[in-house]
């Protein structure tokens, strides 16, 4: 799939240190041609200088230069190496669960973040509770084994 040339806009107020970018559907295409669906989290990378952020990709359906813009906050368009009013070619890349959660992890947004942390640490929690279990188990099937 060819990158999506698109003209960097300044995203708008709701969106800023919130790692969302605005693209218009007819835009937002993955790499095997299939539009991507509004809210997915993202790896957007830029043909120009290679740089990739995950982020998430929502509508632009309200803005009158749709077609051509993609709206990104100050701090991401730092990440990626872009200046507004240029033009760039972008790739879209829906990201998997491990993507999903390095995005949470390093989002700008804080409750993404700490929603993230509190998941992994429950997991943790959740895993050690079985230690006690499973090491029960298995003294019971080395025993059984010796006898």
């Given amino acids: ?3 999506q040339k698109l003209i ?3 995203a708008w107020a709701p969106d ?3 790692d969302h970018i605005r693209v218009y559907e ?3 295409i ?3 041609g299939k539009i991507i669906k509004e809210g997915s989290i993202c790896e957007i990378s830029v043909e120009e200088n290679s740089n990739k952020i995950l982020a998430i990709l929502r509508g632009n359906e309200k803005d009158s230069e749709r077609d ?3 709206r990104i906050d100050n ?5 990626l190496g872009v200046e507004e009013g240029s033009k760039y070619g972008f790739i879209f890349r829906k990201v998997g669960f491990f993507g999903q959660l390095r995005w949470a992890l390093n989002s700008t947004e804080p409750g993404y973040r700490i929603s993230a942390y509190i998941a992994i640490v429950s997991l943790l929690i959740s895993i050690l509770s079985l230690l006690p279990f499973i090491l029960k188990i298995l003294t019971r099937l080395v025993s059984c084994i010796i006898k």
């Fill in 8 to 10: 960097v806009k300044e």
């Fill in 30 to 32: 993955d790499d095997c």
């Fill in 68 to 70: 051509s813009v993609i």
């Fill in 75 to 79: 701090y991401l368009r730092q990440e």
């Fill in 26 to 28: 007819k835009q937002r």
């Fill in 1 to 3: 799939m060819k990158p």
């Fill in 16 to 18: 800023v240190y919130r």
